[in-house]
């Protein structure tokens, strides 16, 4: 079987250029450019959050507000409601979106003055808790996981990412 391809008959105002097509070509190209300079940023601020938390995480301030916190709050995760030990347990913080205007992501990470701001999860329930958060398009079976952490949790707790 033979197939015939026939160009379409395009008149001269329908037609590009040369110049109007590498035009486009570099502005396609200009674009690739800044959208990999800033993905490279990104990956660097984060590099530093992170490195700012993990040291921030070995300072006695911060193991001890964990300690009192996990105990005040009977070392319970806040979201399946079983008892692990300190092992298996993670602070998690809340990043509210009115903070981050004053603060830096790190100065926000690393106060502790108000308790109200973390939640005792168990490592399960955490990771659980992040990626659920982090899915975009979501099936019905995970909004209805979402709704359900939003009832334990409290609606601040899902779906506001950490700062970059």
Known sequence: ?????????????QRLTEEEKKK???????IKKEKAALKKKQIAERKKLSEAKSAFRS???????RKQLLEEREYICEFCGNKYSSRNMV??????AQERN????????MDIS???RFRILC???HKLLHGIAEIKNPSPAVQKTKECIRKALGDEWVDLKQPN
């Open 59 to 65: 300072t006695n301030e911060w193991k001890d507000f």
């Open 24 to 30: 486009r070509a570099a502005e396609k190209l200009r």
């Open 1 to 13: 079987m033979l197939l015939f391809y026939f160009k379409p008959n395009l008149n001269m105002a």
């Open 91 to 96: 602070l998690h913080h809340a990043f509210v």
């Open 102 to 109: 004053s603060k830096t992501p790190a100065e926000d990470y």
């Open 123 to 125: 490592k399960r329930c």
């Open 114 to 116: 108000d308790p109200t």
